[in-house]
C-alpha cells in the first residue's frame, strides 16, 4: 500500500499539537475617517468644493472616532487593573528586599574595613 521508507509531514507548516485551524476565516476591517471619506469621495475634494451636508458627514465621523478613542483608552477592565497593581507591589517587594540584603553587605564590610584599621 504505502512506502514506509521515509516520514512526510502533511501537516501546515508552524502549527502546534493539537491546535485546530478554524474553519471560518477571521477578518478584522479597521474602517478610519481617511477610509470612509475615500468611499464618499470626500477626501479628494477641497474644502470650498464641499457641500454642507459632505462637510457635516466628515465632521461628524471625524468626531465620533475622537470620542471613540477617548471612552477606550480611559476604560482598564478590573482584571487588568488588579494585575497592574499586583505586578507594581511585587515590583517594589523586589527591589526593598534586593536594596535592603546588599546595603546590609555593604555596611558588614565597611565595618570590617574599619575595624581592621
Known sequence: ?????????????????????SRTPTVIRTTNSEDYMKKLNLKSKKLSEMTNA????Y?????????YKNLSKNEISPGRKFVQ????????????QYLSAHSKKLVDD?????MKD
Open 1 to 21: 500500500m504505502y512506502d514506509r521508507t521515509y516520514l512526510e509531514h502533511v501537516g501546515i507548516p508552524g502549527m502546534r499539537w493539537g491546535h485546530r485551524k
Open 54 to 57: 459632505e462637510l457635516k458627514t
Open 59 to 67: 465632521n461628524e465621523r471625524v468626531l465620533l472616532e475622537k470620542q
Open 85 to 96: 497593581d499586583i505586578i507594581a507591589t511585587q515590583g517594589k517587594n523586589m527591589i526593598n
Open 110 to 114: 565597611l565595618l570590617k574595613k574599619t
